[in-house]
């Protein structure tokens, strides 16, 4: 007769057989339920949402329930690559909307034209958008008559506009790529700032010189700019200061740090009271994060948001909309890999628990 415990044995090993097999299976399908989010996930990564235009530097904002992008207009002028930028010679802009996420893309057509603007002459680059008491803002950098970068205002009753812009440029305003912050105390701030093509090297002495001087390798990279916003919104309440981007040990970042320094395409979003304060490393392509408990900074490097993009150049924004983050990039897969003929593209951000951001691969072959 065996011993009662070896029956127990059989059945307690019975059971492990049957629920370890059934553990597997269920990591089995959870593995793959992931997999399938995953390649879900790759597969709106790879979709442009405007197939019509090119699309480029996304500002998205949520005004009145719906999302809102405010991209540049890329098209073929048939003027040469340079460092410069020069043949990103963009001329309009476009609005275009979306009731939800995946939702059907409107375009509201032109909603602004270079030959409205008495004083642009050409190259309308990244623009943003604001809402204040009912009105619309767009702001929007161009070369005047001088080939000199400024920094324009233009308003509409709607977000879809079309936008009346205002005949002068924004007092004290130079270089690229604004990005207003309206803050949880209700004052906003523009972010702008970019260097080669962007002009910012050329300021660094408070006036405009036609030589580019970049500080040496080892000394602090060139500093984005910010200014609190004048009431009417219409240009700046003070002098546009530095923003300090440290790293950990609380030292800033050098010009040859190419991996982290700023280069363009400024943003700022809050979450959880933490200001966020992301951009592009420009010949290094990446976006990236700092973070900071004010506006103006300082703000401390903390990682990666977008690796690399098919196309040269990397530009973005961060937007919460109905409780999730969503990152807006552009890549250049629909023209085949042409640099200066992008597409604007959106996906979801994971965001940890302690607030970090992680990073997004969203390399694409072009088609």
Known sequence: MKNPFYYSFLILTASCVISCGEKKDNDSEETTVQQDSLNAQEQENSQPLVTDNYTADPSAHVFNGK????????????????????HFNMKDYHVYSMDSVGGEVQDHGVVLDVEDVEWAKRQMWAPDAAEKDGTYYLYFPAKNEDDIFKIG????????????????????????????????????????????????????????????????????????KVAKMSDDMMGFAEAPRDIKILDKEGNELTTGDNERRFFEAAWVHKMNGKYYFSYSTGDTHKIVYATGDSPYGPFTYQGVVLEPVLGWTNHHSIVEYNGKWYLFYHDS?????????????MTELQINEDGSIETVNAMVEAE
């Open 333 to 345: 897969s629909l023209s085949g890999g042409k640099t200066y003929l992008r597409s604007v593209k």
């Open 153 to 224: 205002v233009a308003t509409a009753d709607n977000p879809a506009g079309p936008f009346t812009p205002q005949p002068e440029p924004i007092e004290n305003s130079f270089s690229i790529d604004p990005a207003v912050f309206a803050d949880s105390d209700g004052e906003y701030y523009m972010y702008f700032g970019g260097i080669w093509g962007g002009q910012l090297q050329r300021w660094q002495s408070g006036n405009y010189v036609e030589e580019d001087k970049y500080p040496a390798d080892s000394a602090a990279a060139l500093q984005p």
């Open 67 to 86: 999302i809102y992008i405010y991209p540049s207009h890329d098209w073929d002028s048939g003027i040469p690559e340079d460092d410069m930028g020069s």
